[in-house]
């Protein structure tokens, strides 16, 4: 049974709003503000400029190829089978953990007035874990049940996240309007630790987390009525609307802070209440009639957020058994078309997250590396693909594709570097994890006897993983051993990136095998 196209523009552009605006506006203001002070303000433009450089490439991609769960599925057909498990391996884990991040962010605001529910820097308690797992529960059923009414239930709830953070942005400033509340002099001034800190709060902040939401409309992509028109209007929109509001909630937040707030500085700011930090703010400001407007959105928000990343990661899995890499059961949807076996699994394993990543920053911070890494597939595959299939219609193309693409695949590697040493080094774990469930499941199996594994292909793939953890290990941000000076790691990760799609280009697939898995997978499976 094949997956409906029924989406809207509209509905599309909802959807990815909607992820956007999920958790990060309730929290990332505070976090982007200990790492950057006010140019923190700087580090969300820089992170939203750099979300649309990227945007660009999943648009072409996209509208090119609209699949569902393109993310998965797109570098199967320029890099062929091992190279694309492994990056939607890194996909999966990243969308799955969404989910629970979301429902992390919800249980803290309600520990503002149930502290019963978390421990104090977040994690969960008993009575927590109870309360997560019911808003998990819910999340699944309503993704099990019907796409079309979640995206109603979405398009509503949208409104609400987009009225709500701009109320209580508008409110603070109009209370804290002297422009010296905004720079802190006292704490350092505008950037008290440089472009360093402003870098480390893309990923750190969790800018890279708010924005990923963009490619919620692309894992969409195969259910849009019209995706040559809907996917750039959906992706785009998407990142300018929301990086509207969060300079505006980002601006109200610095603005309201005081000098009893920052007497240690912006590393060690102290806001009572920090692990619900809006409200914190609305209380230490005495404007707690907002209170209730804040937490209608504290909950809409996460949780409108939390069913769309059910469907992505969900897609994400079903993405992975279309294309023969986990068992066949994944694959069963609904009457609805909802992949069901795949909605469940996630479930499951989304309930694991909340034990080793205690509270929303834990999570977070692991996240944006994750996520950063998904997106260095993506020009990569643009590249390959220009070559693989160059008359293939592209009702969205873009100018200056090598250079384009060469921006895009070095903005998603600085973003996992800034995200720093102790977290790159997980990673490697958890792609362990994934080949040795790939290999095991294709021993095991009667496909392992005829699949193909595309070893060539995937030539470059270990050079770029070994040498980003590398200089990860070397370089100056989180817990690396600050051996490359500040800046000359820029210029080494620029000329790195160079050799890597080098490599890419080099090792792609042949032509006709790429056409072979466009017609076995774009066509068959739509």
Not at 386 to 398: A, H, S, T
Request: glycine share 8%; net charge positive.
């Amino acid at each position: 049974m094949r997956i409906k196209r029924s989406i809207s523009p509209i509905a599309l552009l909802f959807s990815s709003v909607s992820a956007i605006l999920g958790s990060g506006w309730l929290f990332s203001a505070y976090f982007t503000s200990k790492l950057a002070g006010p140019s923190a303000l700087l580090a969300w433009v820089i992170g939203g400029v750099t979300s649309i450089i990227i945007a660009f490439v999943f648009a072409e991609l996209c509208t090119a190829f609209p699949v569902t769960g393109s993310s998965t599925r797109i570098p199967l057909l320029s890099h062929g089978t091992l190279v694309s498990f492994v990056f939607s391996w890194v996909i999966w884990l990243s969308y799955m953990a969404l989910a629970p991040t979301e429902v992390q962010a919800v249980v803290q605001y309600l520990a503002f007035y149930f502290p019963s529910l978390t421990h104090t820097q977040g994690a969960l308690t008993s009575t927590g874990y109870i309360t997560a797992t019911f808003l998990m529960l819910a999340i699944s059923a309503i993704n099990t049940y019907s796409l079309q009414w979640l995206i109603r239930a979405n398009n509503a709830l949208t409104y609400l996240k987009l009225i709500i953070p701009i109320i209580i942005a508008l409110v603070i400033l109009a209370y804290f309007h002297q422009p010296s509340h905004l720079i802190h002099k006292e704490a350092g001034g505008f950037a008290p630790f440089g472009m360093h800190g402003i870098f480390a709060a893309i990923t750190s902040g969790g800018i890279v987390f708010a924005f990923t939401g963009f490619k919620q409309a692309a894992e969409l992509a195969g259910e849009a009525k019209n995706p040559a028109k809907a996917l750039p209007i959906a992706i785009i929109g998407s990142i300018v609307i929301c990086l509207i509001i969060f300079l505006l909630l980002q601006t109200a937040f610095l603005t309201s802070m005081n000098s009893h707030n920052l007497a240690g500085g912006w590393h060690r700011l102290d806001l009572s209440g920090a692990m619900s930090p809006l409200s914190a703010t609305l209380q230490q400001d005495h404007l707690t009639s907002l209170l209730p407007l804040l937490y209608i959105g504290a909950l809409a928000g996460p949780l409108a957020s939390g069913l769309m990343y059910c469907s992505s990661s969900s897609r994400s899995l079903f993405g992975m058994s279309k294309n023969g890499y986990l068992p066949v059961a994944l694959q069963r949807i609904t009457t609805q078309g909802n992949p069901i076996t795949a909605i469940m699994v996630n479930f499951v394993v989304g309930m694991l997250m909340f034990a080793p990543l205690p509270g929303w920053e834990k999570m977070v911070g692991f996240l944006s590396s994750l996520m950063s890494l998904t997106y260095a597939i993506a020009p990569i595959a643009l590249l390959a693909l220009r070559q693989q299939m160059p008359d293939i219609k592209r009702p969205f193309k873009l100018p200056l594709t090598p250079l384009w693409a060469w921006l895009a695949f070095y903005i998603a590697t600085l973003m996992s570097y800034w995200s720093g040493w102790e977290t790159v080094s997980k990673i490697s774990i958890a792609l362990a994890i994934g080949l040795i469930l790939f290999f095991g499941y294709h021993t095991f199996s009667n496909r392992g006897r005829s699949f193909k594994i595309d070893w060539k292909e995937s030539t470059w793939l270990w050079p770029y993983f070994i040498g980003l953890t590398l200089i990860s290990y070397l370089g100056n941000f989180g817990d690396g051993k600050h051996l490359l000076p500040f800046g000359l790691d820029f210029i080494i990760i620029g000329i790195f990136c160079a050799i890597i799609m080098a490599l890419a280009m080099r090792f792609r697939l042949p032509d006709a095998d790429t056409k072979h898995y466009v017609s076995t997978l774009v066509e068959a499976a739509g």
